[in-house]
C-alpha cells in the first residue's frame, strides 16, 4: 500500500495533466541541470522511509517495491533507504535488499549522504544524480544510467555495476574495493585512473575506458 501510494504521488504523476511534466522528460545533461530541485511532500518522504522497515529482513525476496517511480531532480539528501546485512560463513558482507527502486527515474536527485547499502537500483535512470558521499555497498547498479553523475566520496564496495554507463561520471574518492564492473562503459570519467579503477574493482574485456 505504501509503495502504491509512493508510485501515485511521484513527481510523474498524471494529476489531470494532458503530458507529463517537462522536468519527465528531459534528456540531456543541462536540460538536466536547469531543472528546479524539489523535495518530496511529507508524506511521500514517510512512505519511502516506513516501507522498507516493515520488510522480512530475512527474506531475501521481501522488499519494499518502489520500482519504476519517478523523482527527477528530487531532494533526497541524507535519506535513510538503507537495507541490512548479515555476513557468510567467510565473515563477508551479504546485503539483504528491502528496497526496490529498479528502472526509477532519479535523474538530476539530490542522493548525497544517503543510506542506499543493499539497493536494487537495476537500470535506474541516475543521469546527473549527485551521490556523493553516498551509502552504496552491496547496491545493485547493473545497467543503471549513471552518466554525470556525482560519485564522490561515494561508498560502492561490492556493488553491482555490471553494463552501468557511467559515462563523465566523477569517481573522486568513490571507494570501489570489490565492485562488479564488467561490461561498464567508463568512458570520460574523472577522479581515477584506469590503473586505479582495475586495481579496486572487477573489469573484464567488456569493460570501456
Request: one cysteine or more.
Amino acid at each position: 500500500m505504501l509503495a502504491a501510494f509512493v508510485r501515485n504521488h511521484d513527481f510523474c504523476a498524471l494529476t489531470g495533466q494532458a503530458k507529463p511534466l517537462k522536468d519527465c522528460t528531459a534528456s540531456d545533461r543541462d536540460a538536466i541541470a536547469e531543472m528546479p530541485r524539489t523535495r518530496p511532500g511529507a508524506d511521500v518522504h514517510a512512505a519511502l522511509i516506513i516501507a522498507p522497515t516493515l520488510a522480512d529482513h530475512t527474506d531475501f525476496n521481501a522488499y519494499a517495491d518502489f520500482s519504476r517511480v519517478r523523482f527527477p531532480r528530487a531532494d533526497l539528501s541524507r535519506m535513510a533507504l538503507s537495507d541490512t546485512f548479515m555476513t557468510d560463513a567467510n565473515g563477508r558482507a551479504v546485503y539483504l535488499p528491502t528496497i526496490d527502486l529498479s528502472g526509477a527515474m532519479l535523474m538530476g536527485a539530490d542522493l548525497y549522504d544517503a543510506m542506499l547499502i543493499g539497493t536494487i537500483l537495476e537500470e535506474a535512470d541516475l543521469r546527473g544524480a549527485f551521490l556523493r558521499d553516498a551509502n552504496l555497498k552491496g547496491a545493485d547498479l547493473s545497467f543503471s544510467d549513471l552518466r554525470w553523475a556525482d560519485l564522490r566520496g561515494a561508498a560502492l564496495e561490492q556493488g553491482k555495476l555490471h553494463w552501468a554507463n557511467l559515462t563523465g561520471a566523477d569517481l573522486r574518492g568513490a571507494h570501489l574495493d570489490g565492485a562488479d564492473l564488467t561490461g561498464a562503459n567508463l568512458h570520460g570519467v574523472r577522479g581515477m585512473t584506469e590503473k586505479q579503477i582495475r586495481a579496486a574493482a572487477i573489469v573484464d574485456s567488456a569493460t570501456q575506458f
